[in-house]
């Protein structure tokens, strides 16, 4: 936790190869979000990551393991952001991955990006989205599980028409349930 159990701080962390993530705007759009302060660090290389058997997808469970046992100082949360595609063996791809009180998670802007889908550029969208994963991914390691509000950042999203229909807020169930590091800034602002 961070000065007086105010909670932690996070550290986005741009890992792997491929394009330039947009790390500082990120970390802003993720400050206007959290009360837990927030930083960036970038690029990465945390070298030969695990593939998925029989796919060109970075094993997401294997990569998350890489970034837990990435140093850094005690009540600071680790976010990784990565332009690879990254799947585990049971689904055909993930957005991103936590562990409920763990100390990182990991967020793939691969599947958020238009340009995946044959659209074209709109990042503004991107980063949205990723901003909206991380957040997803940060309830988990606040303790937070799957909601089945079909509006709640919690919802569990298969699809990247499931992540935008969800929206970018979490639930009040699920909101009542935050640290106070979290809560309170989870409606977007305008941007």
Do not use: K, N
Not at 7 to 19: E, I, T
Not at 35 to 53: I, Q, T
Not at 60 to 80: K, M, N, Q, T, Y
């Amino acid at each position: 936790m961070g000065p007086e159990g105010a909670g932690p701080s996070l550290l986005l962390l741009a890992l792997g190869p491929g394009p330039p993530l947009p790390i500082p705007d990120l970390a802003a759009r993720m400050s206007r979000r959290v009360a837990a302060p927030c930083s960036a660090e970038g690029p990465l290389d945390l070298g030969d990551l695990r593939r998925v058997p029989g796919r060109d997808q970075v094993d997401a469970d294997r990569f998350l393991e890489r970034i837990e046992e990435w140093p850094a100082a005690p009540g600071v949360v680790l976010v990784g952001l990565t332009a690879l595609d990254i799947a585990i063996p049971i689904f055909t791809f993930v957005f991103g991955r936590a562990r409920a009180g763990g100390r990182a998670l990991l967020v793939s802007v691969a599947r958020l990006d238009p340009r995946f889908y044959g659209l074209p550029e709109d990042p503004g969208l991107a980063e949205r989205r990723t901003v909206d994963e991380v957040l997803h991914e940060l309830g988990h390691v606040a303790g937070l599980r799957h909601c089945d509000d079909a509006f709640c950042l919690m919802r569990f999203a298969g699809s990247v028409e499931q992540v935008d229909a969800r929206g970018s807020s979490f639930c009040p169930r699920c909101e009542a349930r935050l640290p106070r590091w979290m809560a309170g800034h989870s409606v977007p602002c305008s941007e």
